[in-house]
């Protein structure tokens, strides 16, 4: 079922014309990856690789995030890996607050059929979204930045967890370090999700 639900979500997607955006898209972009995925990975929006592949996450920021994952102890193929906006904007500008509109549902519906235990909003474009479906307020990413949330969305009880997006790390070097402690600690979180004790703080409190 999870599968054929998901398939009809990226048909959807492939087909879409709810904004400007399909008119210079080579490729929609749905998402991939597992379909029991503890860990979801939500990007901001396609870039050019992505665009021509039709796969989130594949240029240079595709390989960090594939060594990220790497540090879990998993492969890409065990998480879910998606975006808030499924099509390319122009030059890689921002999405605008119309496109995250329109695009939104799709993110939704595929939470809702995955039921992750982790969201890991990659960059403030995904986690000003998604804060504010989980109903919290955002404060930049700088500010933000491992921070650790358990709210409900859609239903579910998840763990939100904010970091920069890996393309960040690629144009200031000095991000990685952060970055990377970030992911390190997300198997800390893995471990203290099923002993269910946190409702909230930051990285270093599931230390």
């Known amino acids: 079922m999870t599968r054929d639900e998901l398939s009809k979500i990226e048909d959807e997607v492939r087909k879409c014309r709810k904004c400007p955006l399909h008119q210079d898209r ?6 991939e990856g597992s379909r029991e995925p503890i860990i979801m990975l939500v990007g901001e929006a396609p870039g050019r690789n992505e665009d021509i592949q039709g796969r989130p996450f594949v240029g ?7 060594y990220l994952i790497s540090l879990l102890g998993m492969e890409r193929d065990d998480v879910y890996i998606t975006n808030v906006v499924k099509c390319r904007p122009p030059n890689n500008r921002d ?6 509109e329109k695009c939104l549902p799709y993110l939704r519906r595929q939470i809702q ?13 995904a986690a000003k979204t998604l804060s504010a479906e989980l109903g919290v307020v955002f404060k930049g990413i ?18 939100l967890v904010y970091t920069y997006h890996p393309a960040a790390a690629l144009y200031n070097p000095n991000l990685k370090n952060v ?3 970030d992911f390190k600690q997300l198997d ?6 099923y002993r269910g004790s946190r409702k909230s703080g930051t990285l270093d409190d599931f230390i």
Not at 26 to 31: E, M, R, S
Not at 60 to 66: K, P, Q, S
């Open 26 to 31: 080579i490729n929609a972009v749905p998402g």
């Open 60 to 66: 240079r920021a595709g390989e960090y995030l594939t």
């Open 95 to 100: 999405p605008t607050d119309t496109e995250i």
């Open 113 to 125: 059929i995955l039921k992750p235990r982790i969201i890991v909003a990659l960059g403030r474009h």
């Open 142 to 159: 700088t500010r933000e930045r491992g921070r650790i949330i358990k709210g409900r969305i859609y239903g579910l009880d998840v763990y």
């Open 179 to 181: 970055i990377e402690r």
């Open 188 to 193: 800390k979180l893995l471990k203290d999700i």
